[in-house]
């Protein structure tokens, strides 16, 4: 049943989608823009950056593509739930939802699963236009590694997602948690060059951050095919972060539903 409702909901999201071509255009357009101009960057800075890569065997433009491709994720899942939460307010229709005889957990998850399935198109063509266009090549990737890293990963983001997606609820307007979280991936999490280049004050921020071990771990997975052994401090962390948010993200959505149902203001938008 769960299933099926999953089924619904995608389908009805893939309808709408496709029924934009140009948008499905354009954003693929640019997937391959934004690849170029990360090869050519890595051109231009040649071997530079290399000793900083040693851990990871590999150079700069296969390392900023897994970090860009790859923090899709990331990106989907602190702002997915607080997005449609949001779009089903102004559209009227999530207080006909929640009467339904659907859970609250199968209505964020059917809003949000065309979104989790859209990154992985995303991350696809990434990888896609890497090795097509670019020579992006993977010697001996840790496929199981890097699925299970990918797992957590998309838990520990999504925890957060939820209690933005509780912040929607009661303040109808932008939420600062996922803004941040994402802000700051770029800058302390090693998205676009690795953490090691930060001094060591800017490191101890990059070492509260679950981007950083998501990242790192995901990189030496597939560039290097790391083993578990090697990988298991970063999983280990990732792993930790899900056990203490996800009893928080729980905490506050239910609390904030309480509250707008309590005063009336779920409709309110």
């Not at 357009?29 to 231009?44: D, E, N, P, R």
């Not at 964020?108 to 896609?128: C, E, K, P, T």
């Not at 700051?184 to 951050?209: C, D, H, M, R, T």
């Amino acid at each position: 049943m769960f299933l099926q409702k999953l089924a619904a909901f995608l389908r009805k999201d893939v309808k709408l989608f496709v029924s934009y071509k140009l948008s499905f255009v354009m954003t693929f357009l640019g997937i391959l823009i934004s690849v170029a101009t990360f090869y050519y960057i890595a051109k231009l800075f040649g071997q530079s950056t290399n000793s900083y890569l040693v851990s990871y065997k590999t150079e700069y433009f296969p390392f900023v593509l897994i970090g860009i491709a790859f923090s899709t994720y990331i990106t989907t899942s602190l702002q997915t739930f607080s997005a449609n939460i949001r779009q089903a307010q102004t559209t009227g229709v999530l207080e006909s939802m929640l009467i339904t005889p659907s859970s609250i957990v199968e209505i964020i998850a059917g809003m949000s699963v065309w979104d989790f399935a859209f990154a992985s198109i995303r991350i696809f063509v990434y990888l896609l236009f890497g090795m097509a266009f670019f020579g992006l090549r993977f010697s001996s990737p840790n496929i199981p590694a890097a699925i299970l890293i990918l797992a957590l990963t998309i838990a520990c983001f999504s925890f957060i997602g939820i209690m933005s997606a509780g912040f929607i609820l009661i303040f109808k307007r932008g939420e600062p948690i996922g803004w941040f979280m994402g802000s700051i991936a770029g800058l302390f999490g090693g998205v676009y060059f690795p953490v090691e280049v930060l001094n060591s004050k800017l490191q101890v921020i990059s070492n509260i951050l679950p981007v950083t071990y998501a990242l790192r771990s995901l990189r030496h997975a597939i560039l290097a095919g790391a083993s578990f052994r090697s990988l298991m401090p970063d999983i280990l962390a990732l792993a930790g972060f899900c056990i203490a948010l996800l009893p928080l993200a729980v905490f506050i959505f239910k609390c904030a539903l309480r509250r707008v149902k309590t005063d009336g203001s779920l409709v309110h938008y």
